[in-house]
């Protein structure tokens, strides 16, 4: 099992609908959770972290973290062609982040 | 603020040179790392520092990869000799150390061929 799983998509949704994007990962003492953005081409750039259970937002983004299931989300309102993007997620143990492999959203005009 | 800072951008040499990457973190991290992405294995944690000292560097690929950090504003990471299955890009990311609690920068990356 991999210890960051993401489905690698790609995900399309249309402009002004909700993506979700979802990430699970394996070990239970992991303490931090973060969610990147990468445009093709460029660096992973951070758009959220979340430490505890139950969601955060800001703006459009809300992530939600479940540890008992090892869940983590990240749902995107107000879809914009902007949001067009592999999504990372990380996962931090022991002060190392593993990262999934991403999922690639499309957003459709 | 200035981000973390990489160079170069583009390197392109042939098989069984020396390569050397150059990192400046953000001032006031005190944590460095060097990530290495490709299309088949994603982003990769290769090695990092804490304060200035190799802390895990389970995911350097081999002897042949090497990383310094001779003060808390520069990092290298150094191939010699470089293989054509080095060709990615290599990122280099910092943070504040403390309480898991802080995330990570990254830089530009370096994008790395090797012919």
């Known amino acids: 099992q991999k210890e960051v799983e993401q489905n690698s998509g790609p995900l399309s949704v249309p402009e002004g609908a909700i993506a979700s994007l979802n990430c699970t990962y394996s070990d239970r003492g992991s303490q931090s959770f973060f969610w990147y953005r990468q445009y093709s081409g460029k660096s992973p750039e951070l758009i959220m972290s979340i430490y505890s259970n139950g969601d955060k937002e800001d703006g459009r983004f809300t992530a939600q973290l479940n540890k008992a299931s090892q869940y983590v989300s990240l749902l995107i309102r107000d879809s914009q062609p902007s949001d067009s993007a592999t999504y990372l997620c990380?996962?931090?143990?022991?002060?190392?982040?593993?990262f999934g492999t991403g999922t690639r959203l499309t957003i459709i005009p | 603020d200035a981000g973390v800072i990489q160079s170069p951008r583009h390197e392109v040499t042939e098989m069984g040179q020396e390569v050397t990457l150059r990192c400046k973190p953000i001032?006031?991290?005190?944590?460095l790392f060097w990530y290495r992405q490709t299309m088949m294995r994603g982003l990769e944690l290769l090695i990092y520092?804490?304060?200035?000292?190799?802390?895990?560097d389970s995911g350097m690929p081999e002897d042949r990869f090497s990383a310094k950090m001779p003060n808390a504003s520069f990092s290298t990471l150094k191939i010699q000799p470089s293989e054509p299955r080095d060709s990615a890009v290599y990122f280099c990311a910092s943070s504040r150390t403390g309480g898991g609690y802080q995330p990570q920068h990254f830089g530009d990356g370096t994008r790395l061929s090797i012919l």
């Open positions: 520092f804490n304060n200035n000292v190799p802390i895990d």
């Open positions: 001032s006031g991290h005190n944590s």
């Open positions: 990380a996962v931090l143990l022991s002060e190392k982040l593993t």
